[in-house]
């Protein structure tokens, strides 16, 4: 709910893509997680930014409401069933 970021989130969102890049385990991975963990790298780093906006008191939100906020703030996509025309 902040209605600006700061300098320190956007710091927190960078450390966090940082600590999870494949290139801290190993030298010849890439730099980026792979496209297949995208949730949890967007979860990740939204936990962070949203933290820090806390700290910064930008949020809007204290910490006890944080974490039901961020929940209820994660797209989970839904697919009608697919169905060939003429079938």
Same mark, same amino acid.
């Given at each position: 709910r902040? %209605?600006?970021e700061s300098d320190t989130m956007i710091k927190a969102a960078a450390r966090? /893509?940082?600590? !999870?890049?494949? =290139?801290r385990k190993d030298k010849q991975a890439g !730099? !980026?997680?792979? !496209? *297949?963990d995208i949730r949890s790298v967007s979860g990740a780093v939204a936990r962070a #930014?949203?933290?820090q *906006?806390?700290?910064d008191g930008l949020a809007g939100i204290d910490q006890g409401q944080? +974490? +039901? =906020? /961020? *929940?209820?703030? #994660?797209? +989970?996509? #839904? &697919? %009608?069933? &697919? +169905?060939?025309a003429g079938e």
């Open positions: 902040a %209605k600006q966090a /893509l940082a600590g !999870l890049s494949p =290139t !730099l !980026l997680p792979p !496209l *297949a #930014v949203g933290e *906006a806390i700290r944080f +974490e +039901e =906020t /961020l *929940a209820a703030n #994660v797209w +989970e996509p #839904v &697919y %009608k069933p &697919y +169905e060939a």
